[in-house]
């Protein structure tokens, strides 16, 4: 063997160990503020990084022919281009389900690549075709097409049900849907070893069964478990590539994938941690609206005390501390702006302002932070639950603007609640609380909210952003904010 | 490479990215969930890696490039709808007015 045959392998192992390097290192500075969006960039390079390497790698050894570039170069202008429109015109209030459309195709890409693989042996793996070799390609073909297959309808029906495009079918909380969903399962498990075994044919079953699956285990899950859900894919989208990564050979591809997939398990982790609830119960549970019923908990109101944009005005004025509870009605609304003034308004005035951040606020966690954020709220001013809570007790008026199941007291104080256990923010303690609310409907879970019965809690009806802006013409009467 | 050493890739890739994100501010749950689903698109490399072994075979490449597609959709979104939300936190707090 001489030097010039062993250049390409040599350049391909040092690409691939610094694209490793700055892909760890990349994950690593996204979990910290300050070096975050550096951290992007950074995997981001490393991704072109793995692209340039492989590409070498393949004109120094094999070369790589007109009719490949041609492919290639249609393939990445098409999905890059799609990918950058879709990022840059997607507003902020639907970043969750723009996450799961991404990842649902990450893990189409895993599937296809399987299922290429296997409808078409690609040359290079007849070199040693020992039964051993040819074990682990359709063990590692079929893991791709299964988790891949699960990955990409899971993520497509989470993306739909946050859209609204899905509502929750009733069958599916009931107890049949885990019989369909075992039925789906046996039958991919079937299709698994039927492949295994040398029949072919069986790959299309294994594709429709773990599909169905994919769409029967996600279908059911609702509301607030939703971004668990979504994180839980993202996780399985790295398992998708660490599995494609063992079908092409490709040890880059089985590390990166490897680490998404344990990231991901780690973030769905904490997320679930946030709400109080197993990993089990949100896969297995139902949405919370079902199981409330059956306890008896959704009550009927019994003290409700609504007043108008002008009352509210007036007790902010005199208040000398105020609490921003928002939530996703907050991003339906579109009021980040809106909210933004009536909070200037107030701080010109040397009133106190804080957001307190509930950690599943939203349909995702960090959702109301980014939103905020890009109202321009300085992030010194956003608070989090474990530091803001016993703070509601000096406070003059809690503005919740709609949120509604993360400051539902009886998570602390029903035990038969199915929120019972949830850490939710502690608003009832300050001495006024308005919600701004388009109606009595329950929130995510379902549940009845029984702050809204307490004696020192006002309702406000209306649009979050409607009466945030009578209540700029109203603070404006006052005369708060002029000085 | 040998199946063996591949598993140990996995094994000390997984361990990795537990060991990775031990705290992360609530903050950034959703920013580092999309930055490392935009990574899960490097199975664009097992798409390269196809449309490069596919020879002439038409159905092949076909199926490679909408791969590449795929992933490609992925990743390119991925990275820039991350840098956009966390283009938002690098507002330093003494910027407003």
Same mark, same amino acid.
């Given at each position: 063997?001489?030097?010039?045959?062993?250049?390409?392998?040599?350049?391909?192992?040092?690409?691939?160990?610094?694209?490793?390097? /700055?892909?760890?290192?990349?994950?690593?500075?996204?979990?910290?503020?300050?070096?975050?969006?550096?951290?992007? &960039?950074?995997?981001?390079?490393?991704?072109?990084?793995?692209?340039?390497?492989?590409?070498?790698?393949?004109?120094?050894?094999?070369?790589?022919?007109?009719?490949? $570039?041609?492919?290639?170069?249609?393939?990445?202008?098409?999905?890059? /281009?799609?990918?950058?429109?879709?990022?840059?015109?997607?507003?902020?209030?639907?970043?969750?389900?723009?996450?799961?459309?991404?990842?649902?195709?990450?893990?189409?890409?895993? /599937?296809?690549?399987?299922?290429?693989?296997?409808?078409?042996?690609?040359?290079?793996?007849?070199?040693?075709?020992?039964? %051993?070799?040819?074990?682990?390609?359709?063990?590692?073909?079929?893991?791709?097409? %299964?988790?891949?297959?699960?990955?990409?309808?899971?993520?497509?029906? !989470?993306?739909?049900? /946050?859209?609204? $495009?899905?509502?929750?079918?009733?069958?599916?909380?009931?107890?049949?849907?885990? %019989?369909?969903?075992?039925? =789906?399962?046996?039958?991919?498990?079937?299709? =698994?070893?039927?492949?295994?075994?040398?029949?072919?044919?069986?790959? $299309?079953?294994?594709?429709?069964?773990?599909?169905?699956?994919?769409?029967?285990?996600?279908?059911?899950?609702?509301?607030?478990?939703?971004?668990?859900?979504?994180?839980?894919?993202?996780?399985?989208?790295?398992?998708?590539?660490?599995?494609?990564?063992?079908?092409?050979?490709?040890?880059?591809?089985?590390?990166?994938?490897?680490?998404?997939?344990?990231?991901?398990?780690?973030?769905?982790?904490?997320?679930?941690?946030?709400?109080?609830?197993?990993?089990?119960?949100?896969?297995?549970?139902?949405?919370?609206?079902?199981?409330?019923?059956?306890?008896?908990?959704?009550?009927?109101?019994?003290?409700?005390?609504?007043?108008?944009?002008?009352?509210?005005?007036?007790?902010?004025?005199?208040?000398?501390?105020?609490?921003?509870?928002?939530?996703?009605?907050?991003?339906?609304?579109?009021?980040?702006?809106?909210? &933004?003034?009536?909070?200037?308004?107030?701080?010109?005035?040397?009133?106190?302002?804080?957001? !307190?951040?509930?950690?599943?606020?939203?349909?995702?966690?960090?959702?109301?932070?980014?939103?905020?954020?890009?109202?321009?709220?300085?992030?010194?001013?956003?608070?989090?639950?474990?530091?803001?809570?016993?703070?509601?007790?000096?406070?003059?008026?809690?503005?919740?603007?709609?949120?509604?199941?993360?400051?539902?007291?009886?998570?602390?104080?029903?035990?038969?609640?199915?929120?019972?256990?949830?850490?939710?923010?502690?608003?009832?303690?300050?001495?006024?609380?308005?919600?701004?609310? &388009?109606?009595?409907?329950?929130?995510?879970?379902?549940?009845?909210?029984?702050?809204?019965?307490?004696?020192?809690?006002?309702?406000?009806?209306?649009?979050?952003?409607?009466?945030?802006?009578?209540?700029?013409?109203?603070?404006?009467?006052?005369?708060?904010?002029?000085? | 490479?040998?199946?063996?050493?591949?598993?140990?890739?996995?094994?000390?890739?997984?361990?990795? +990215?537990?060991?990775?994100?031990?705290?992360?501010?609530?903050?950034?749950?959703?920013?580092?969930?999309?930055?490392?689903?935009?990574?899960?698109?490097?199975?664009?490399?097992?798409?390269?890696?196809?449309?490069?072994?596919? +020879?002439?075979?038409?159905?092949?490449?076909?199926? +490679?490039?909408?791969?590449?597609?795929?992933?490609?959709?992925?990743?390119?979104? +991925?990275?820039?709808?991350?840098?956009?939300?966390?283009?938002?936190?690098?507002?330093?707090?003494?910027?407003?007015?």
């Amino acid at each position: 063997m001489n030097f010039s045959m062993n250049l390409p392998v040599i350049i391909k192992f040092v690409i691939d160990l610094l694209a490793v390097l /700055l892909l760890a290192l990349g994950i690593k500075g996204l979990s910290k503020v300050k070096s975050a969006r550096d951290a992007n &960039r950074l995997a981001a390079f490393a991704m072109l990084l793995s692209v340039i390497g492989l590409l070498s790698y393949y004109l120094g050894t094999s070369g790589i022919a007109i009719q490949s $570039w041609t492919w290639i170069i249609i393939g990445s202008i098409i999905g890059s /281009l799609l990918g950058a429109i879709l990022a840059k015109k997607v507003p902020m209030t639907s970043m969750p389900e723009t996450v799961a459309l991404f990842n649902g195709c990450g893990g189409m890409s895993s /599937l296809l690549v399987a299922l290429g693989v296997a409808i078409f042996p690609i040359s290079n793996s007849l070199e040693n075709v020992d039964f %051993f070799k040819s074990l682990i390609n359709e063990v590692s073909i079929s893991v791709s097409i %299964f988790v891949g297959a699960i990955t990409f309808t899971g993520s497509i029906v !989470a993306m739909a049900k /946050l859209q609204g $495009w899905l509502s929750t079918p009733s069958w599916t909380q009931s107890k049949v849907r885990h %019989f369909v969903n075992i039925v =789906f399962a046996v039958a991919s498990f079937l299709a =698994f070893f039927d492949l295994i075994n040398g029949n072919t044919t069986s790959i $299309w079953l294994l594709v429709i069964a773990s599909s169905l699956l994919g769409i029967g285990v996600t279908l059911p899950i609702g509301g607030a478990d939703m971004p668990v859900v979504i994180s839980l894919l993202n996780s399985y989208s790295g398992i998708a590539a660490a599995a494609a990564g063992f079908v092409v050979d490709s040890q880059l591809l089985i590390v990166a994938g490897a680490m998404v997939g344990a990231a991901g398990l780690i973030l769905t982790q904490v997320m679930c941690k946030g709400m109080n609830r197993s990993l089990l119960s949100v896969l297995f549970g139902g949405s919370l609206s079902a199981q409330s019923t059956a306890s008896g908990s959704s009550g009927e109101y019994t003290n409700i005390t609504s007043c108008s944009v002008e009352e509210c005005a007036l007790t902010l004025e005199a208040a000398s501390k105020v609490i921003i509870v928002p939530g996703y009605g907050l991003a339906v609304a579109q009021a980040q702006h809106t909210l &933004r003034e009536v909070t200037k308004k107030l701080e010109q005035s040397g009133i106190e302002v804080v957001y !307190a951040i509930h950690p599943v606020a939203g349909r995702m966690p960090g959702h109301m932070n980014v939103l905020l954020a890009e109202a321009d709220v300085p992030y010194d001013q956003l608070k989090e639950m474990d530091i803001v809570n016993p703070e509601f007790p000096s406070t003059d008026v809690v503005l919740v603007l709609g949120a509604n199941d993360v400051v539902n007291p009886q998570a602390k104080n029903d035990s038969t609640s199915p929120l019972y256990g949830m850490p939710v923010l502690d608003v009832q303690e300050a001495r006024t609380v308005f919600v701004i609310k &388009r109606g009595m409907n329950a929130g995510y879970s379902g549940i009845k909210n029984d702050l809204f019965d307490l004696p020192n809690t006002s309702m406000v009806f209306g649009d979050a952003k409607q009466v945030l802006t009578e209540m700029i013409g109203e603070l404006k009467d006052l005369g708060v904010g002029e000085k | 490479m040998s199946f063996i050493s591949l598993l140990w890739v996995l094994l000390l890739g997984s361990l990795l +990215g537990l060991e990775l994100i031990g705290k992360v501010p609530p903050t950034l749950h959703t920013p580092l969930m999309s930055g490392a689903n935009a990574i899960s698109g490097i199975t664009m490399l097992a798409a390269l890696t196809l449309l490069v072994k596919a +020879g002439g075979n038409v159905p092949l490449l076909i199926i +490679g490039s909408v791969s590449l597609g795929f992933a490609l959709f992925n990743v390119v979104g +991925g990275f820039f709808v991350t840098d956009r939300m966390l283009a938002m936190f690098s507002r330093k707090p003494s910027n407003k007015k």
